[in-house]
Every structure is written in structure tokens, then in C-alpha cells.
């Protein structure tokens, strides 16, 4: 392989992964001076369908046929609206070190969905790294219950970004092999349009009610990085990346985000860091690497075929 075609993968994983690192803290900030979350989350969609739509004019055109438009609203349904809600409104709610670190766990939920749905094997391995990968959730979400601000933590948030991390990995559980049939200007064009109906009717009195004139500068440009640069650059960076790039490759770059957003949290004052974290941190990072690095249901199949050859 392209050792230039490598470096420049390695590249977009990394700024990927910074960008969605930041993204937290940013988005934090924001919705402390006079954005509330659901209109954050109604900028997030609406801007995200603009820009993926723009872009789509650019690329090669995918004919959509009518149950794939309706499939894609259902895909959108788990896969955009109630995961960036869910994070978003957690997020608005929670520190942004914690909201972080329970992003990392989308892979336990995906490990559990795909074992009940499509019935892949549950190893040792695997079950150890959910138990592990829990608690260091549980220590989270108690660390939350005990704090006396949100820059340590809130259960209510804690237990929201969860759940867009459930909602994600029932996604791809469900549309795993739909989502395939598309390039991702195509997927994202509709998935972003269908989210942005689902959100506006719940979004509407906040967005209304919204002094537009009163936000400041910097809110607007930090409201522009969450949907220019968290939705839109950021995963098609990382699109590419995972076009090169072994999955056992790309998933070490999953690290990288709630150690940008610890580091940025705790030295702008927006969250704190505290010893019990630290230690759901190392909980939850071995949990994940524990499921990732287990063999799914086809790597068991093709070394029963390789020992019977």
C-alpha cells in the first residue's frame, strides 16, 4: 500500500478524532450563553442536511428509489435524530469529560445488539469487556450522582448520552448492510433531511423564542465548528481513513477524543477531573478494547474451516 495513501489516513483519523474531541467542550460553552439544546441540536441537523446536500451536487448522482427514501427515514431515526439529540441534550446537561467517555462505549452496546440480533457469538472475552466497560459507566454515572455541579457531572446527562450511544449502535445493528448500497454524500443528504423533519416540530418554540440579535459572536462561530466541522469535515475525514485503514486501526483512534476533551475541558474551567473519573476512564477504554479485539462470528468461522483444511 501507498505509504503517502497510509500517512495521509493516519492523518484524517487523528484530526477527526480532535475535531469530535473539541466538539464537546465547544459545544458545552455554547449552550452555557444562550443556546439551549434543542436548538443546538436543530442547528446541528438542518445545517449538516445543508452542507451534505451542497456537497452531493458535487458527487456522482445515486438514484434513491421510494422504499430505500423511507428506509432511510427509519435509518435516520436512530442513526442522527435520537443519537444527536440525546448527546446534545445530555451534553447540555452534563460535563463535557464525561459526555466524552461514554461515547467511547458505543461498541459494547453494538457487541450486545449484535449478539441478540444478529445472533454473533458472546466469547469470554467480549463479556468481560461489557462487564468491565459497565462498570467504569456505573462509576461515571455515581461519580455524577454525588456531584454538586455539572462540571463534574449529571446523572440525567450521563444517562441521555448513553442512550445516543445505544441509539447508534441499534442503527448500525439494523441498517448495517442498507447503508452500504450508498456512497456517503448520498446517506447523509437524506438522513440529515429526515432528521431535520423529526427535530423542527420539537425544536420550534425554542428556536422561536430565541434572541438572535443577543448571541454573541463567539457563540455563533463555536455553534459553526459543532456543524461545519464536528458533523460535516470530521466524518468525512474519517470516511477516508476507514477506507485505508484496518478497523483495529481506526478503533485506537477512538482514544483520542475524551482525552482532547479532558484536557480542553479542564483547562478552560468548563469541567473538572477527578480521581474517580480518571479510574471510569481506564474502565471503560479496557472494556471497549476488550470487545473490539474479539473475534466476531466470522473470524471463528474461517479458523474452523482453516483447522478442518
Known amino acids: 500500500m501507498n505509504n503517502s495513501r497510509v500517512i495521509k489516513a493516519h492523518l484524517c483519523m487523528l484530526i477527526a478524532e480532535i475535531i469530535w474531541g473539541l466538539m464537546s467542550p465547544i459545544g458545552k460553552d ?6 439551549s439544546g434543542w436548538s443546538m441540536v436543530t442547528f446541528r441537523v438542518s445545517g ?3 452542507l451534505f446536500w451542497t456537497a452531493s451536487l458535487f458527487a456522482k448522482y445515486e438514484h434513491v428509489s421510494l422504499k430505500d427514501f423511507f428506509i432511510f427515514g ?11 439529540c440525546l448527546f446534545t441534550l445530555g451534553l447540555s446537561y452534563t460535563s463535557p469529560v464525561n459526555a466524552s467517555v461514554i461515547t467511547t462505549t458505543m461498541p459494547i452496546f453494538a457487541m450486545i445488539l449484535a449478539f441478540f440480533i444478529l445472533k454473533e457469538p458472546i466469547t469470554l472475552k467480549k463479556a468481560g469487556g461489557v462487564a468491565i466497560g459497565c462498570a467504569g459507566a456505573i462509576i461515571l454515572i455515581l461519580t455524577s450522582l454525588a456531584a454538586v455541579n455539572s462540571k463534574v457531572g449529571n446523572v440525567q446527562g450521563d444517562v441521555m448520552v448513553l442512550g445516543a450511544q445505544l441509539s447508534f449502535a441499534l442503527y448500525l445493528s ?7 448500497k450508498y456512497s456517503v454524500f448520498t446517506i447523509n443528504k437524506w438522513m440529515f433531511f429526515w432528521a431535520t423533519i423529526y427535530v423542527t416540530p420539537f425544536a420550534f418554540n425554542d428556536i422561536a423564542a430565541l434572541d438572535f440579535a443577543s448571541v454573541e459572536t463567539t457563540t455563533w462561530l463555536e455553534i459553526g ?12 475525514l474519517m470516511m ?5 485503514l484496518r478497523p483495529s486501526v481506526v478503533s485506537v483512534y477512538n482514544y483520542v477524543q475524551p482525552i482532547v476533551a479532558v484536557v480542553v475541558s479542564v483547562l478552560t474551567g468548563i469541567g473538572t477531573f477527578t480521581l474517580y473519573q480518571g479510574i471510569a476512564i481506564i ?8 470487545v473490539i ?16 483444511i
Open 30 to 35: 455554547a449552550m452555557q450563553h444562550g443556546i
Open 48 to 50: 449538516a442536511a445543508v
Open 74 to 84: 427509519a435509518a435516520a431515526l436512530f442513526g442522527v435524530t435520537c443519537n444527536q
Open 174 to 180: 439494523l441498517f448495517n448492510k442498507f447503508i452500504k
Open 225 to 236: 465548528f459543532v456543524v461545519g466541522c464536528g458533523t460535516f469535515i470530521a466524518y468525512l
Open 240 to 244: 477516508i481513513g476507514q477506507h485505508t
Open 283 to 290: 474502565l471503560v477504554f479496557t472494556g471497549v478494547w476488550m
Open 293 to 308: 479485539k474479539s473475534k466476531s462470528r466470522k473470524d471463528m468461522e474461517a479458523e474452523k474451516q482453516a483447522k478442518a
